[in-house]
């Protein structure tokens, strides 16, 4: 092979196992639900660390198609930073605009995990709904933190196999969204209706001030 970077599969394997730990100490995981939401993120990160360290199936596969028209697209482990090669970035790679996005991205999504897990337990110890914190931004922070850190990951190092299952754990991820909104209606009601149809499920909205959530006025008797 023309890189040594590539054949590490020790490396694919430390990499994997460290970033599962890693998001399992901020996610907390413990049904099964919780359990789908990480197989879902580690099935992306085994795709992302076998291209990244093990066998570079995008670069050969692109290579003889692209290879002619961008020459950095080679089998080197540098040619896996395919944005930075599709817009003719010379320089460090690490140090791209892709790459300084992708590490805030990634940082963002590991802060937001853990964030989202403390109001969550904080309520849970109350028994009462999470609405505070980034609960008031969005019904479902921890499942956005999983999918920033993805989507920092593809910007970084962006792969055949990634960009395929992207939309498909976003799926799963809604897909599991709409299972614990099922349960956390059933024992919350009229509280997680408010809840839900002031608070998006995704795409973070600033929360209203409690001020501006006035009810409707009875019509003025005449």
């Known amino acids: 092979m023309a890189d040594a970077a590539y054949g590490l599969w020790p490396l694919v394997v430390l990499n994997t196992l460290l970033f599962i730990a890693f998001a399992a100490s901020f996610f907390h995981p413990k ?9 879902a993120y580690s099935a992306f990160l085994v795709a992302l660390f076998t291209e990244m360290y093990g066998i ?21 482990h540098a040619g896996g930073h395919l944005w930075n090669d599709l817009t003719g970035w010379s320089g460090d790679p690490h140090l791209s605009p892709f790459h300084l996005v992708s590490y805030a991205a990634i940082g963002c ?7 989202a897990w403390k109001t969550l337990h904080a309520a849970a110890q109350r028994d009462e709904l999470a609405t ?12 956005d933190g999983f999918l920033l850190i993805m989507i920092g990951f593809l910007l970084q190092w962006p792969t055949i196999p990634t960009l395929l299952m992207f939309p498909v754990l976003l799926h799963v991820y809604a897909r599991l969204a709409r299972s614990e909104e099922r349960e956390v209606a059933q024992r919350f009601g009229e509280q997680w209706t408010a809840y839900a149809a002031d608070t998006p499920a995704f795409w973070p909205r600033r929360p209203r001030h409690p001020a501006d959530r006035r009810t409707p006025r009875a019509p003025a008797r005449r």
Do not use: C, E, N
């Open 132 to 143: 505070t914190g980034a609960y008031a931004w969005v019904r479902h922070p921890q499942y």
């Open 109 to 115: 999504g590991f802060w937001l995990i853990a964030t």
């Open 31 to 39: 049904s099964k639900r919780d359990w789908r939401a990480m197989g």
């Open 56 to 76: 570079p199936l995008t670069v050969y596969l692109l290579g003889s198609w692209l290879g002619s028209r961008f020459p950095l697209l080679q089998d080197t």
